[in-house]
């Protein structure tokens, strides 16, 4: 009975000393090319859950729906700007379709759409609004067709929850890239289900992920106070961004447009913004009054978003010190990842837990 | 039987780390010039690094109009 499942010449501790001997390989593989010394750098809810989207520029109210789950932990905006997601503690993931006509009840057109075994930890529309990816602290990433609510693909791997995922930039293919409570940073493709590479060089759990603006790299930001540079196709690690001075852990990242500037947010309240190549800090940004839970940069590049757990959300343009941020949009509890739609931030999608 | 799962794990995971150590590498050295060359190449048209003309920054505070 033992035997049964065994090839020849297999066993159980066979396996494991050629598993062993493979990850030697594999780091050995990676330190060859090792040849220089990389880089020394909106929805929003109220006690019953609500998400709102807001305009940037007015600070007005778009459109608030009422969800009945209590705590939403992501968010996102469909690409035509026509409907949204959201989910957290209720393990789903669910659509509702955007409309300015103040009669119409956005709560009562939504869609369940992804069904996971724990909390939705976040989510994001493909190219399409067909399509969302959701992440989950039950430890598996998963694609889901909205129409039918359909599971298209699953994505397994991670040892623990996971905490982010960022789609690759549309020209660059069907891969996905998702951080978790593991350490671990593993990029996916989309069409298989396959693992394609893995990182495993955090000392923590990863809270963030992001990928550089031409698809080659992407970034983490870790409990371990630190943010790293992973490149593609080097296949490792190729810069940390940290110092001895910062020790709380870092919860948000994203890239300026050109991918020069990384913008890292923290539980010490404060957003740091390195250079990416230099690996040196080049501003620190004060303000925030509690720890900064989520940041995104525009999609136009003209401006960023900060949320924290101070509730609000701050706009800033530039990051020069004599700069001061450029709208504070107050609402009542700790942030979630906003996104920014279209150009030049024209609205902001977030989503608040209750207090 | 346990240790047919535990089997099953470790077999999927020699697959996976073959697969991973199957991937084709660029020298870091490469890879670094890429990522240097995309930023260079699109530093100008990136507002938070060069900066936005103060007259076109659209979250100015607004400013009211004397009249005279």
Redesign the interface.
């Known amino acids: 009975m033992a035997n049964e499942g065994l090839r020849d010449n297999e066993t159980l501790s066979s396996l494991k000393n050629e598993s062993e001997t493979l990850k030697c390989k594999l780091e050995e593989e990676r330190a060859k090319l090792h040849d220089v010394e990389p880089f020394l750098s909106v929805f929003f809810f109220q006690q019953d859950g609500k998400v709102i989207v807001w305009d940037a520029f007015t600070t007005n109210k778009e459109h608030a729906v009422t969800m009945p789950c209590t705590w939403v932990m992501a968010c996102a905006y469909a690409p035509s700007g026509c409907a949204i997601a959201c989910g957290g503690l209720d393990n789903k993931c669910s659509v509702y379709p955007l409309t300015f006509d103040k009669n119409e009840n956005m709560a009562a057109k939504k869609k369940s759409v992804a069904m996971h075994t724990n909390y939705l930890s976040a989510c994001s529309f493909t190219n399409s609004d067909m399509q969302i990816l959701t992440s989950s602290g039950d430890g598996t990433c998963a694609l889901w067709d909205v129409e039918s609510g359909q599971l298209l693909q699953s994505f397994h791997g991670h040892a623990a929850d996971v905490l982010c995922l960022d789609l690759a930039p549309s020209e660059t293919g069907n891969t996905f890239v998702s951080g978790g409570c593991d350490k671990k940073a593993m990029v996916w493709d989309l069409r298989s289900g396959q693992c394609i590479q893995s990182f495993e060089t955090h000392d923590s759990d990863i809270n963030s992920v992001r990928y550089y603006p031409s698809g080659d790299a992407f970034a983490s930001a870790s409990d371990d106070a630190t943010c790293r540079l992973y490149d593609l196709r080097a296949d490792r690690e190729v810069a940390i961004y940290s110092k001895e001075s910062i020790i709380f852990g870092a919860s948000s990242v994203d890239f300026s447009l050109s991918g020069r500037l990384l913008f890292t947010g923290y539980n010490d309240y404060t957003i740091n913004v390195w250079d990416v190549l230099k690996g040196t800090r080049v501003s620190i940004l004060f303000g925030h009054e509690n720890r900064v839970s989520t940041l995104r940069v525009s999609p136009d590049g003209t401006a960023f978003c900060s949320g924290s757990w101070d509730h609000t959300l701050r706009v800033a343009v530039g990051h020069q010190r004599t700069r001061p941020p450029a709208k504070f949009i107050f609402h009542s509890g700790p942030e979630r990842p906003p996104q920014f739609i279209k150009s030049s931030a024209t609205a902001i999608i977030h989503a608040d837990s209750p207090c | ?1 346990s ?2 799962s ?3 794990t ?2 999927r ?2 697959e ?6 199957s ?1 084709e ?8 010039a ?3 060359q ?6 100008c ?5 060069v ?2 003309p103060a007259g076109s ?5 607004p400013r009211s109009c004397t009249l005279l």
Do not use: H, W
């Open positions: 039987m240790s047919n535990n089997l099953t470790m077999r995971l020699v996976q780390l073959k697969l991973e150590a991937v590498r660029i020298k870091v050295s490469q890879a670094a890429e990522l240097q995309y930023c260079l190449q699109n530093a048209k990136d507002a938070l690094l900066g936005v920054n659209p979250f100015r505070e």
